[in-house]
C-alpha cells in the first residue's frame, strides 16, 4: 500500500514543503467537478449529513450511472488524512484519490473536515506517481535551488549549469525557532517543494 507524502528521509517531523507547490506538479484544478459537487451539496447535503464530502458525492455519482473507480492500488474509495503519514506539506488535509472513466483525480479538503472539497485531475504520468517522487526540488526564500535524486542527498542547482557543491542532508540543515528548514547558503526559510 503507498502512502500519502514525501519521505524525506530526515528525522523529527521536519516540513519543508506547501501543499499548493506540490498539487501544481501533480495535477490541476478541475472547474467542472468543483461545480457539480456545490450544485450537489445544495441540493442533497444538510446538517443531519454532516460530515460530507467526497466519497458521499462520488456515491452519488455512481447511482446516477457514472464509472468512479477507487485507485487501482487499492480498488476502494477511502479519504485519508496526511497527519497519519510521513508528508513534507506543510497542512494537516484530507485527500480522496479517485479514477472517473480513465481519469486519476484527488478531492481535498481542509483538516477539521471533509465536506467542500476542491477537486484536482491528476497530470503525473501515472497515478502512483501522486504518492511519492524520487527526484525533486526546493528553493529558499533567498532563490536559491537545489535538487536530488534520491530524497536523501541534496545539492546546490545552478540553472544551466546542474549540481555544484557539496551534497548536504536535510537532517543537517539549520532550523529556526519554529523548526523551518534554512538555506546553507543565506539561511532564508526554504519555502518552495516540487517533485518530478
Not at 5 to 28: C, P, Q, S
Not at 108 to 130: I, M, Q, W
Amino acid at each position: 500500500m503507498l502512502s500519502m507524502g514525501i519521505d524525506l528521509r530526515f528525522e523529527g517531523d521536519g516540513v519543508i514543503g506547501e501543499w499548493d507547490a506540490w498539487m501544481d506538479d501533480k495535477a490541476e484544478e478541475f472547474d467542472r467537478l468543483d461545480v457539480l459537487y456545490e450544485k450537489w451539496a445544495e441540493k442533497y447535503a444538510t446538517w443531519q449529513d454532516h460530515p460530507y464530502g467526497a466519497i458521499e458525492f462520488l456515491g452519488w455519482l455512481k447511482k446516477r450511472g457514472v464509472k468512479v473507480d477507487g485507485p487501482h492500488w487499492s480498488g476502494e474509495l477511502k479519504t485519508q488524512h496526511t497527519s497519519n503519514f510521513v508528508s513534507w506539506i506543510d497542512e494537516a488535509l484530507h485527500f480522496t484519490i479517485f479514477k472517473l472513466g480513465e481519469l486519476y483525480f484527488v478531492a481535498v479538503s481542509g483538516p477539521n473536515h471533509v465536506k467542500d472539497p476542491s477537486f484536482y485531475r491528476l497530470t503525473c504520468a501515472e497515478p502512483d506517481d501522486f504518492l511519492g517522487f524520487t527526484s525533486a526540488w526546493m528553493e529558499c526564500d533567498g532563490g536559491h535551488a537545489y535538487e536530488t535524486e534520491d530524497t536523501e542527498r541534496w545539492q546546490f542547482y545552478v540553472e544551466g549549469v546542474g549540481p555544484r557543491g557539496p551534497e548536504i542532508r536535510l537532517y543537517d540543515l539549520d532550523q529556526d525557532e519554529d523548526g523551518d528548514l534554512l538555506c546553507p547558503k543565506c539561511t532564508s526559510k526554504i519555502r518552495k517543494v516540487g517533485a518530478y
